[in-house]
């Protein structure tokens, strides 16, 4: 079966639906061709070794990738983040309709924009595509802020459900996605899939020592890594911490995004000396910070919208062994309780992450030690790479077959 693999964002990139993954497929039997953009995530700059032009092909573990003309661009401005998708969505277009016909496009999705060129090869050369949806738009942009004109909402709504509609069958992370697509009248076939860790964090959780007992008066430290953007909710950790402050507990933030500055800034307003921040790392360099951390922070704002999600670092997490702090509503509190893997907080509540912290950090280490190992285990038998790949594999398999029938 020969696959077309469609996503804006590709290694060098850190995205964990990424190389690994292509390898994943090819060494399930299938041809796989990548189309994606020239990597400038998260911070907007062209990494080394690239620069911007009309096309490029490199050969990455076998893997042939085609890369296309996109404004790079990821900060505060509307107006950027929209030309960066939508020129990686008109280079990507012409790329996929300039190749051999695939027997089904995988694409990687946000942005929707992305979608684009699996639309035109369906319409054009009959090719089936399944998008796996990771932000449900126009939902996503809504709750983050990054649109509010409601006449664009709605136009990006039209888009978002005609490439549903249009899709052969639809991958999502959670029930609540697989229910708001219902609810949106779609009936294409909905798969959930949720996500891996990255491979580099697997990596990183096997070197990673036993938790040690607990050390006289050194504090307990709970770490935050990832990106720091408007979804987060991240004032509401400086409030916590504040609250905290004269109770040796220690905040370790790393990580990049849009609203590190501002929070930064709050931070020092605030005079918390009990919070620090790190600059961001490649999954493979966060050892040294997760081997710091006594529990590890997931927080999104209260939002309708999250209560349906499951926040990536949320498996991320689990992988690394480590009792989880969840303030995120929905699904993604039922999954940690189903593991037994930490302990769950309302969203947007310092008071509630406050007293969140104060039970774990009164519990025992071999209390939060167990906690880590549930979610470790939880993560090898149900939420794997190789679990999550070959699922995926199958649903493209059941999709190339739709493109083969002439009903279809």
Do not use: C
Not at 390 to 401: K, M
């Amino acid at each position: 079966m020969r696959i077309l693999f469609v996503t804006q964002w590709f290694q060098p990139e850190p995205t964990f639906k990424g190389l690994a993954f292509a390898k994943a497929l090819q060494a399930l039997g299938h041809e796989v061709e990548v189309v994606t953009g020239f990597p400038n995530y998260p911070g907007g700059k062209v990494y080394p070794g690239y620069r911007v032009q009309s096309f490029q092909k490199e050969i990455m573990d076998g893997i042939p990738v085609y890369r296309g003309y996109l404004y790079p661009s990821h900060d505060r401005s509307a107006l950027r983040r929209v030309a960066n998708y939508v020129s990686f969505a008109i280079s990507s277009s012409v790329l996929a309709l300039t190749r051999r016909r695939p027997d089904v496009v995988y694409v990687y999705t946000p942005p929707m924009t992305a979608a684009l060129a699996p639309v035109l090869l369906r319409i054009f050369r009959g090719v089936p595509f399944v998008p796996d949806i990771q932000d449900l738009w126009p939902d996503t942009l809504t709750a983050t802020g990054m649109i509010d004109n409601p006449r664009l909402l709605r136009l990006v709504g039209i888009w978002t459900n005609f490439v549903f509609r249009r899709a052969a069958r639809i991958i999502v992370l959670s029930d609540g996605f697989r229910h708001r697509l219902m609810e949106r009248g779609i009936r294409t076939p909905v798969a959930v899939i949720p996500n891996w860790a990255p491979q580099e964090i697997i990596q990183v959780a096997a070197s990673l020592p036993a938790l040690a007992q607990d050390e006289g008066n050194q504090p307990f430290t709970v770490v935050f890594a990832g990106n720091m953007g408007k979804a987060q909710g991240l004032g509401t950790v400086l409030e916590a911490a504040a609250l905290l402050r004269d109770e040796n507990v220690r905040f370790l933030m790393v990580g990049g995004g849009i609203e590190v500055d501002a929070l930064r800034t709050r931070a020092t307003a605030m005079s918390l000396d009990n919070v620090e921040f790190g600059a961001s790392r490649r999954p493979e360099a966060l050892g040294e910070v997760f081997a710091q951390a006594d529990a590890l922070l997931v927080h999104l704002r209260d939002d309708p919208l999250f209560a349906i999600t499951i926040p990536s670092k949320t498996q991320a997490y689990m992988a690394i062994g480590k009792p989880i702090l969840m303030g995120v509503r929905g699904d993604a509190a039922r999954m940690l309780e189903d593991a037994g893997a930490g302990t769950t907080f309302d969203p947007e509540n310092p008071p509630a992450l406050a007293r969140a912290i104060r039970s774990m950090k009164s519990a025992s280490v071999a209390e939060r030690a167990q906690m880590g190992e549930a979610g470790s285990r939880f993560y090898r038998e149900r939420l794997s790479f190789e679990i999550g790949a070959a699922a995926i594999a199958r649903e493209l398999e059941s999709a190339a077959g739709v493109g083969k029938n002439p009903a279809a």
